[in-house]
């Protein structure tokens, strides 16, 4: 299958919400999903010959093994050379879940006319909602659903109150619920 | 409690408070009642039920989803389709053994080649992911197995040296690992993607690998996945078999569907016992079934079934018969054939008892001397069509009932052929005799008439199609009152098509049955006076048959569960 611009640019919203599910707080304010993305879509299209799948569900997977490098190198040099040898394949395995989860977090996987459209599509979709959050409410729930991080913990990050981030998470998960039951299930 | 004068920052300060308490109750373990939290703040009701919804569900589909997602990373499925960046940074270790390098991802989880530092030797260490079980008692078994696995010492398998949990704090903690025996080569999967065998390199590589099945068998030791992939070959192409009883558990959870719907194990290897959620009826059999598959697969360069989706190869494996390896590949030898179809019947009972006895036909196929399981040998094939029995799983609680079945229809025979009777008394003997079988068959499916599977459909079907034929025979024979007209040698011809549409669904004895219904048509015209005890009994014998085989099947079935 062979890759053009666009259909990378079709899994940027993507790859931005796998990433922020994977930055450890401590490195927020240094490290932007942003660019971690646009190493990973660069690498991307390097190596876009070698890519052997012929399905949307091989190229995600395929994507997500680049990310989880690009993500694995930003964190080790940010922790100047301790490394684990395992942390590659964690961040990898984390990503498909993070994945997984994003596709079944909103929609019921009964429910979703799986005919219609698949759960990597679904799960792409998903992505593209949370990306337009308010930077505020995507935080809140990326930290806590996740990161499964506590209340008390995500409020300390985002430098607010627990009632706050519980404000954020409510307007977020209502957005994104009503955008989802107009936008991806029919 | 809210008060009336609120403004709308104030609610929303409010609404904030409440669901942060939540929030933290819920992570607390504390249980919420949603309904007593909406009626203490009536205000905020909607918005309160909304987000207590949408959060449990994003907790529950989490916690579900990390489940099923070790389940998939275990089978293998979430492999990318690009290449990782292997690892090779040295040092790693579990229990005594340096991890080198990651060789293969997969199967049952990740296969790293390692070192024993004092040993001096080298192995494979293969890991299996946390979260692989679905319970203590589940893990327990799986290790009883493993070591029971590793107690095998035969060339054709590859031994397992050590068995542990990583117990040193990191990310492997809690991960339980195997320590096998390095095999640098390759498997029999790589090497019929690269060139398939022709019959006798089959039956040559076969009879090894039958071999070292047969002695983990008579260990008590059941592979249980075999497949081309698990089947090791090293420098000198001798097979090496890895994996041994590691399937096992796998087999705990009934329905193996991940959240994607992807199914373990490899369905097109899987025999239909296993396919079909029958776990306690997985013998060396299914090892049998497996191996005909693999020995398939190397003649044809595929399993023998495969469809679109693993739902639809499962239905195959259950239901269908294999497409003949001779239709995929023209030279294949018809007694390997007949040999591989063997192992892949779909009762146990019909396949090779042993992989002995699989083993001592293919050294016959060697030779060129004839094999037990040629289907060129006419009279052993009527014999097995005879005996064969299909869909008995539908069946198999009908045989009391069918005993009862036949005594009515017996007796009711003898009546109606030796008591007197006037026509009128003759049709309500006809009426009770129907109405008491309806009684029987109630009572046999717990007042439930209407047929359940499509194997009782068709029956229902030809009974109804039966008494429609009889009703209007019976007319036609009252209305033209010729002596020639005889109403049983008419059913009896009825009967004979009825049983030979059963034989194909039911028991394979019904072919003969049929065919003696035939004749009693013929015989019947002779003798006329004889007809309805003759045609009663004869009925009555192919309820008891009937009867007297499911009454075995489903002793068979206990006794296996």
Redesign the interface.
């Known amino acids: 299958m062979k890759i053009s611009e666009q259909q990378f640019e079709r899994y940027r919203n993507y790859l931005r919400f796998l990433a922020r599910t994977q930055l450890p707080t401590h490195l927020r304010a240094r490290l932007d999903p942003s660019d971690i993305v646009q190493q990973s879509m660069l690498q991307a299209h390097q190596a876009a010959d070698d890519f052997r799948g012929d399905s949307d569900a091989e190229l995600m997977a395929w994507l997500r093994t680049i990310l989880a490098g690009v993500v694995a190198h930003a964190v080790r040099d940010q922790h100047r050379g301790v490394r684990d040898v395992f942390k590659e394949h964690n961040i990898q395995q984390q990503l498909d879940q993070s994945s997984l989860f994003l596709a079944n977090a909103l929609i019921s996987p009964l429910k979703t006319p799986s005919v219609v459209m698949h759960q990597e599509e679904v799960a792409r979709n998903v992505a593209d909602l949370v990306e337009e959050l308010p930077d505020a409410q995507r935080d809140a729930i990326v930290l806590h659903y996740w990161q499964q991080l506590p209340l008390k913990q995500v409020a300390e990050t985002l430098g607010k109150s627990p009632a706050a981030v519980a404000g954020l998470l409510q307007r977020g998960l209502a957005t994104l619920r009503e955008k989802a039951e107009e936008k991806i299930v029919p | 409690m809210s008060t009336p004068n609120h403004s709308q920052p104030q609610l929303?300060?409010e609404?904030?408070?409440v669901?942060?308490e939540?929030?933290?109750d819920v992570?607390a373990g504390v249980k919420v009642d949603a309904e007593a939290l909406a009626a203490r703040y009536p205000k905020h009701r909607h918005?309160l039920l909304?987000?207590i919804a949408?959060?449990q569900?994003?907790?529950e589909?989490?916690k579900t989803?990390?489940e099923?997602?070790q389940r998939?990373?275990l089978s293998g499925i979430?492999?990318?389709?690009?290449?990782?960046?292997a690892?090779t940074?040295p040092l790693?270790k579990v229990g005594e053994y340096e991890?080198l390098e990651e060789i293969d991802r997969g199967g049952m989880g990740?296969v790293f080649k390692a070192r024993h530092p004092t040993l001096r030797r080298t192995v494979a260490i293969k890991m299996l992911l946390a979260g692989a079980f679905a319970s203590e008692e589940a893990e327990r078994r799986f290790r009883r197995e493993a070591a029971a696995a590793a107690r095998l010492n035969h060339p054709g398998i590859v031994p397992v040296y050590d068995v542990g949990v990583v117990d040193h704090p990191?990310?492997?903690q809690g991960q339980t690992w195997f320590a096998m025996a390095l095999v640098e080569g390759t498997d029999l999967a790589r090497r019929i993607e690269s060139e398939l065998f022709d019959s006798s390199a089959t039956a040559q590589l076969a009879i090894r690998i039958v071999d070292a099945i047969h002695f983990a068998h008579g260990k008590g030791v059941i592979h249980r996945d075999l497949k081309p992939a698990n089947i090791l070959l090293d420098e000198n192409k001798n097979p090496h078999i890895t994996d041994f009883g590691l399937s096992r558990s796998q087999d705990d959870n009934e329905t193996q569907l991940t959240?994607?719907?992807q199914i373990f194990g490899t369905p097109g290897y899987m025999s239909p016992e296993q396919a079909s959620g029958k776990n306690a009826s997985v013998g060396p059999e299914t090892d049998i079934y497996s191996l005909g598959a693999v020995m398939y697969c190397m003649l044809t360069g595929r399993p023998p079934f495969r469809a679109n989706s693993t739902v639809a190869t499962l239905q195959q494996v259950v239901h269908d018969a294999p497409a003949p390896p001779r239709l995929l590949n023209r030279s294949v030898h018809p007694d390997l054939e007949s040999i591989i179809l063997k192992c892949l019947e779909k009762n146990p009972i019909d396949r090779y008892a042993t992989a002995d006895e699989l083993k001592r036909d293919l050294e016959h196929f060697l030779k060129g001397e004839s094999v037990s399981a040629a289907s060129i040998n006419l009279v052993g094939y009527l014999g097995r069509v005879l005996a064969s029995s299909r869909n008995s799983e539908f069946l198999e609680g009908w045989s009391r009932a069918l005993y009862a079945v036949s005594a009515v229809v017996l007796v009711f025979h003898v009546v109606l052929q030796f008591v007197p009777l006037t026509p009128t008394q003759a049709t309500l003997i006809n009426a009770g005799k129907y109405s008491l079988l309806l009684g029987v068959i109630w009572r046999a499916r717990d007042g439930i008439l209407t047929p359940q599977n499509p194997v009782e459909r068709t029956i229902w079907s030809l009974w109804i199609g039966y008494i429609l034929t009889y009703v209007a025979t019976e007319i036609m024979v009252r209305l033209d009152s010729s002596p020639n007209a005889n109403l049983y040698a008419i059913m009896s011809l009825v009967s004979s098509v009825i049983l030979l549409v059963l034989g194909g669904h039911l028991w394979g004895g019904c072919y003969l049955i049929g065919g003696l219904f035939a004749i009693l048509a013929v015989v019947l015209t002779a003798i006329p006076q004889l007809s309805i005890v003759l045609f009663g009994s004869l009925w009555a014998i192919v309820f008891f048959l009937l009867a007297r085989s499911y009454q075995k099947q489903s002793r068979v079935s206990s006794h296996q569960v």
């Open positions: 929303f300060r609404l904030e408070e669901l942060a939540y929030l933290q992570e918005e909304e987000f949408t959060d569900q994003f907790r589909r989490s989803n990390s099923a997602f998939t990373v979430s492999q990318s389709a690009g290449s990782a960046p690892i940074t790693q991890l990740v990191g990310s492997l959240a994607d719907g």
